[in-house]
């Protein structure tokens, strides 16, 4: 597939963040790890990576601002662009040695994505989106799954861990979804499950509480291979409320309606 200069700069910064991860993923119980919240660890490899994403793309692209993890807003000169950005998203499953952890990189121009990257080093599986441009994993073009029964779907969603909150509502959300679905995957990288999404791996997603640096890039991909993604309230502010519901057209919206069921009104059994 012929990339963009662009998309060229985000792969190659990808990989290059990919390659320490890969690296300090080898060593992991030897990683000085420190606590940032409950259930919610930041290591060293998060921190190496981060500085690595910053140096290769502000070098390609000087006066573009930043939303990062770790860093939080960068503002730069060009208020046309920013690079949104998640050095590794799936810290809990990088520290405790599962292969089900990714960098995130989108680009977002005059307040909409157009570029997006997801790399899990661990897989050596490169994800990449420019809007209108199509979606690929290491350069096969992704297409969402077409079936159409939630009875026949896998759905990935998202768990709140300890200190986030929202437990409740959650557990009714998951009820109401095990009892129309073949079956409910947790995979533990928000950018990944979009990814999988994306190339017709899993038939929807669910989860709420994420942050623009877990999704921004996912969510592109999702479009980009036929897909459909709304918020919870069934718009498109997903980067601003943080809940994101996807799949393809028909699932998607099966989905929305059955996360949004009283517990009441689920299935029972």
């Not at 993890?69 to 046309?80: I, K, L, M, N």
Request: glycine share 14%.
């Amino acid at each position: 597939m012929a990339r963009s200069a662009i998309l060229n700069v985000m792969v190659q910064a990808a990989m290059k963040a990919g390659r320490s991860l890969s690296r300090d993923f080898g060593e992991v119980q030897n990683l000085q790890v420190s606590m940032k919240g409950p259930g919610d660890y930041v290591s060293q490899a998060d921190r190496k990576a981060e500085d690595i994403l910053f140096t290769e793309l502000s070098k390609a692209r000087p006066g573009y601002s930043f939303l990062m993890e770790e860093r939080g807003a960068v503002e730069g000169e060009d208020g046309q662009h920013r690079w949104i950005v998640d050095p590794l998203d799936g810290t809990t499953n990088f520290l405790h040695g599962i292969p089900m952890f990714a960098i995130s990189i989108a680009l977002e121009r005059q307040g909409q994505v157009v570029a997006g990257v997801v790399y899990n080093p661990a897989m050596d599986e490169l994800y990449t989106a420019e809007r209108g441009g199509g979606a690929f994993m290491n350069d096969r073009r992704l297409r969402v799954a077409g079936r159409t029964k939630l009875i026949d779907s896998v759905i990935g969603c998202g768990v709140p861990h300890l200190g986030r909150g929202q437990h409740g509502n959650f557990l009714i959300e998951l009820r109401n979804v095990m009892a129309e679905v073949s079956g409910v995957r947790r995979l533990g990288s928000a950018s990944l499950d979009l990814a999988y999404v994306a190339a017709g791996r899993m038939d929807g997603f669910w989860e709420v509480g994420l942050s623009a640096w877990d999704i921004a890039a996912g969510l592109l991909l999702i479009r980009e291979a036929g897909g459909f993604a709304s918020d919870f309230e069934g718009g498109q502010e997903m980067l601003e409320r943080g809940s994101v519901v996807a799949g393809n057209e028909i699932i998607q919206r099966a989905l929305l309606k059955t996360v949004k069921k009283p517990l009441s009104s689920g299935k029972s059994g």
